[in-house]
T-cell receptor, first 116, second 113 residues
Framework: AQSVTQLGSHVSVSEGALVLLRCNYS??????LFWYVQYPNQGLQLLLK??????LVKGINGFEAEFKKSETSFHLTKPSAHMSDAAEYFC??????????????FGKGTSLLVTP | DTAVSQTPKYLVTQMGNDKSIKCEQN?????MYWYKQDSKKFLKIMFS???????INETVPNRFSPKSPDKAHLNLHINSLELGDSAVYFC????????????FGQGTRLTVV
């Protein structure tokens, strides 16, 4: 099964500082990778996805992620944090769960705190 | 219009009761899913349907029974609720079974007392 590991369950940054959320994947095939954000008491919103096209993927709200096969990583970055970025962030990988079905396997999440 | 909508948003019930959660998507997608998010925010796939056919059935208690009357609707019925069933249940949909993107509902917070 394909899986992802998110390093750091909590990350704290100052407003205006670089955001770096780490995700490493384990996959026997070229993976499809995703980053989702969850604001309190809300559903998950897709930030960006990698589906084997460009290795640098740009998403919404100024986030981007780079697929690095040599490091099996798909880290999420944003140059300058805003207070509104405070949320839970999930890395996910597409995984075949049956002959005809795929699902997303999620990491355990990273809670991003942004301080003034 | 909400793309993936779940009802109810909150559900508080006693142990032993039976309850249902409903999900509808207006995106024209063929595939729908139920995920469970536990108290540590870990998300785990439970079921998936493609055009009314069950295609993913993870290891969950038989007390959980999904039903898809048509490809736009996926309901989750839970019998004999237990304390450990307390969680947030998310419905999601994708264009097809290949998963290039999942659209999630707002979640149903189930509390069993």
């Amino acid at each position: 099964a394909q899986s992802v590991t998110q390093l750091g369950s909590h990350v704290s940054v100052s407003e205006g500082a670089l955001v770096l959320l780490r995700c490493n994947y384990s996959s026997s095939v070229p993976p499809y990778l995703f980053w989702y954000v969850q604001y309190p008491n809300q559903g998950l919103q897709l930030l960006l996805k990698y589906t084997s096209a460009a290795t640098l993927v740009k998403g919404i709200n100024g986030f981007e992620a780079e697929f690095k096969k040599s490091e099996t990583s798909f880290h999420l970055t944003k140059p300058s944090a805003h207070m509104s970025d405070a949320a839970e962030y999930f890395c996910a990988v597409s995984d075949q769960r049956s002959n005809s079905g795929y699902a997303l396997n999620f990491g355990k999440g990273t809670s991003l705190l942004v301080t003034p | 219009d909400t793309a993936v909508s779940q009802t109810p948003k909150y559900l508080v019930t006693q142990m032993g009761n039976d309850k249902s959660i409903k999900c509808e998507q207006n995106l024209g997608h063929d595939t729908m899913y139920w995920y469970k998010q536990d108290s540590k925010k870990f998300l785990k796939i439970m079921f998936s349907y493609n055009n009314k056919e069950l295609i993913i059935n993870e290891t969950v208690p038989n007390r959980f029974s999904p039903k898809s009357p048509d490809k736009a609707h996926l309901n989750l019925h839970i019998n004999s609720l237990e304390l450990g069933d307390s969680a947030v249940y998310f419905c999601a949909s994708s264009q097809d079974t290949g998963i290039f993107k999942l659209d999630f509902g707002q979640g149903t917070r189930l509390t069993v007392v």
